[in-house]
């Protein structure tokens, strides 16, 4: 200290950062944002970054909001590819006893989808092979649930989301369903597709020599009043991209076989009973 000013250094800069933060803010933003400055000042001596990686560091996130718009979402998709969504996830959802598994949102959902009736084709107009959809929602205990909002969506059979391919809603819907608890439809198989990598995502792939590739799978968001939301995707088994996910998102037990069908001259069928819990059971319920 020289004439009763503060000299910061590498060794006392962190303490003073986290000195200013009030005793009396909310518990919460103390515990994350003292983590937070914690861990970026250890990251930024860890690496000895330097002021010129900096920019390029200021610049990239600048960038990544650029690249967003309602049609795609780069920051998400950074979070994807660094697996920070799926820890997320893993976090919140590490416990759910009798309860169907989450996975990641990804940066291809689309508000107000539209509205199907049960049976309705959710990809009209797209050539492709045949595959029939059904699914049906579950309480904890096993019992259908009716009135459960099921947004659906997935990729083009050449691995394309309908917002990379214009304006107008398609391979994606908003069911609801009966008293039996099911939601049924045909639409196409989906492919395996890369995320968009032609942005700064891309880039930090290409940079780590990892490939952009996600298995084919169809996602779903399952909401009824009452109950916790369920986001979740279900994939083709065989798939190569099963191990190989860019986002991390596969989990075994949703893998299902959509080609058992086809041994009856039938076509491929996705089925599945998705497990919700009521919202107040607890976040962390021990497994049976």
Known sequence: ???????????????????????DADPRIQKVMTALIRHVHEFVKEVELTPEEWEQGVGFITELGRWCDDKRQEVILLSDILGVSMLVDAIA????????????????????????????????????????????????????LEGAQVDTWHTSPEGFYDSQLGDEHNMRGRFVTGPDGVVAFPTV??????????????????????????????HFWIK??????????????????????????????????????????KPARLTYEFRIPKADAPLNAAKD
């Open 93 to 144: 959802h590490r416990t759910h006893a009798s309860v169907s598994e989450t996975t990641v949102l990804g940066p291809f959902h689309r508000e107000n989808p539209p509205v199907m009736k049960n049976g309705e084709n959710m990809s009209p107009g797209v050539e492709g092979e045949p595959l029939e959809v059904e699914i049906r929602i579950l309480d904890a205990d096993g019992n259908p």
């Open 189 to 218: 198989v989906p492919a395996a597709y890369p995320v968009p990598h032609d942005g700064p995502v891309g880039r930090v792939l290409a940079a780590m020599g990892r490939g952009p590739m996600r298995p084919a799978h169809v």
């Open 1 to 23: 200290m020289a004439d009763g000013h503060i000299t910061y250094t590498s060794e006392n800069l962190t303490e003073a950062v986290l000195d200013r933060i009030r005793p």
């Open 224 to 265: 009824k009043p009452g109950y916790r939301d369920l986001i979740t995707h279900i994939f083709k088994d065989g798939d190569p991209y099963l191990h190989d996910d860019a986002v991390f998102g596969v989990k075994a037990s949703l893998v299902t076989d959509w080609e058992a069908s086809k041994a009856e001259g």
